[in-house]
């Protein structure tokens, strides 16, 4: 069975931070052979809030995310799994959108209310109640419509953290738990 994992990062929360880096080594233990980074860039500053500037962002960086894309022939994978962070979880759901995509597995690491117009299926999403790019309210309606399920970590933040080191570490031993099952069972 030929295994892909496509990793899209937030802005400001690239690759080897711990959500990401540790849910990709996680991945490979669990048999994906190829773990892709993609990787972006945005100047643009003080987006938060501002729908043009969201707009102008999510368009520059799925621009970048589809032209690392465009070599890979989907047809040879049995398995393929998108894992995504903020932004990067609206250009992961509109890739297989856009791309007629099917069977793609998402995981969803603080997914703005915008992903969700792109209806995921497959997928598993996580969030924090302090989380200030995100209504929590809004992101649990959104999820239970597309019967997504959500995990829901109080007084956490965008980056699934709060200020206690050692509760840090519980919460991601429990995402990455939840994450494992996911890939696991589905």
């Known amino acids: ?37 993609i990787s972006y860039t945005y100047e643009g500053k003080n987006i938060r809030g ?27 994978y049995d398995d393929i799994l998108f894992v995504s962070k903020s932004i990067g979880t609206i250009i992961a759901a509109s890739y ?6 099917v069977g793609v597995r998402q995981v969803l690491y603080t997914p703005l209310a915008e992903t969700f117009s792109f209806a995921p299926e497959k997928g598993l999403a996580f969030i924090g109640t302090a989380d200030p790019w995100s209504t929590t309210g809004e992101i649990i309606q959104l999820a ?3 019967r997504l399920p959500l995990h829901v970590y109080d007084d956490c933040n965008h980056s699934l953290e709060c200020g206690d080191t050692e509760r840090n570490l519980e ?16």
């Open 171 to 186: 919460i991601l031993r429990d995402v990455m738990k939840n994450t494992r099952e996911f890939l696991v069972g589905s």
């Open 50 to 76: 501002d729908q043009a500037k969201m707009r102008e962002a999510y368009e520059t960086l799925f621009q970048q995310a589809e032209k690392e894309l465009e070599e890979i022939d989907w047809s040879v």
């Open 144 to 146: 239970r419509k597309n």
């Open 1 to 37: 069975m030929s295994k892909l994992a496509i990793y899209f990062p937030g802005i400001g929360y690239h690759c080897d931070k711990p959500l990401l880096y540790y849910s990709r080594s996680l991945a490979r233990e669990l048999g994906y052979q190829e773990c892709r980074n």
């Open 96 to 101: 297989v959108k856009k791309h007629g995509l």
